[in-house]
């Protein structure tokens, strides 16, 4: 149960595709978690309408891992974004990879500004013995 | 985008169904964000096999709600689920919702011990005028 969660808040991120539109940051973040060797069990996107009929709506949504999520939610009306990636020691120390979604999101995103915190979660309970 | 993400490790849950059945986990979680006040855009869950194929295996999932989401996963061969409740305050300060989740999940899930961090998430950014 132990394993590295990102918490990224995202600032002055360049306007784009991806903050205003679900399936652009669908194929961005499927394709962000196979390249950076994570495994996909699926994922749900939503694309708000926007918040005052003139200017385009934000878009919501997580991947489910095998190693655990990732989960995004944009503000294009603030230039922003908030960005979690959790991933979990199953099979091995899995925070490469995180970082390495971390950095390719990043470099997608283009943020000028980042608040971001690492936290170590979780001890691990040992396995129990099948009865 | 400034709102309270609730993470939490949670051990020593009894035996139950949530731990080991997505079906009942999705039902737990969609019906404890209704009671919360929160408003679900969609969610997915999926079901783990044994990993040892005789003890049943755990299930993961997340919520995506228009606050933000719900993400969580169980390791049921540890008697442990990790959880993540973020909640953004967009219409107003959705904490008390946030809280009103995580204890409505804890009594479900009854953890004898906790693990849990509050993170106050994510300056405010000023809305952009519409050219």
Same mark, same amino acid.
């Given at each position: 149960?132990?394993?590295?969660?990102?918490? +990224?808040?995202?600032?002055?991120?360049?306007?784009?595709?991806?903050? @205003?539109?679900?399936?652009?940051?669908?194929?961005? %973040?499927?394709?962000? %978690?196979?390249?950076?060797?994570? /495994?996909?069990?699926?994922?749900? &996107?939503?694309? &708000? #309408?926007? &918040?005052?009929?003139?200017?385009?709506?934000?878009?919501?949504?997580?991947?489910?891992?095998?190693? /655990?999520?990732?989960?995004?939610?944009?503000?294009?009306?603030?230039?922003?974004?908030?960005?979690?990636?959790?991933? %979990?020691?199953?099979?091995?120390?899995? /925070?490469?990879?995180?970082?390495?979604?971390? +950095?390719?999101?990043?470099? /997608?995103?283009?943020?000028? #500004? @980042?608040? @971001?915190?690492?936290?170590?979660?979780?001890?691990?309970?040992?396995?129990? @013995? +099948?009865?």
């Amino acid at each position: 149960m132990q394993g590295l969660h990102i918490i +990224a808040d995202l600032y002055s991120c360049p306007k784009g595709d991806y903050l @205003v539109s679900a399936d652009a940051l669908r194929e961005l %973040c499927v394709t962000a %978690c196979k390249n950076a060797g994570l /495994s996909i069990l699926g994922e749900h &996107f939503y694309q &708000f #309408d926007s &918040f005052d009929q003139v200017q385009a709506g934000g878009a919501t949504g997580a991947v489910i891992l095998a190693e /655990s999520h990732l989960a995004i939610h944009t503000w294009p009306e603030r230039d922003g974004a908030t960005l979690d990636i959790y991933v %979990c020691n199953v099979t091995g120390d899995n /925070s490469p990879r995180a970082e390495s979604l971390y +950095a390719s999101l990043l470099a /997608s995103l283009l943020p000028a #500004d @980042v608040m @971001v915190k690492r936290v170590w979660r979780g001890k691990e309970p040992p396995i129990k @013995v +099948a009865a």
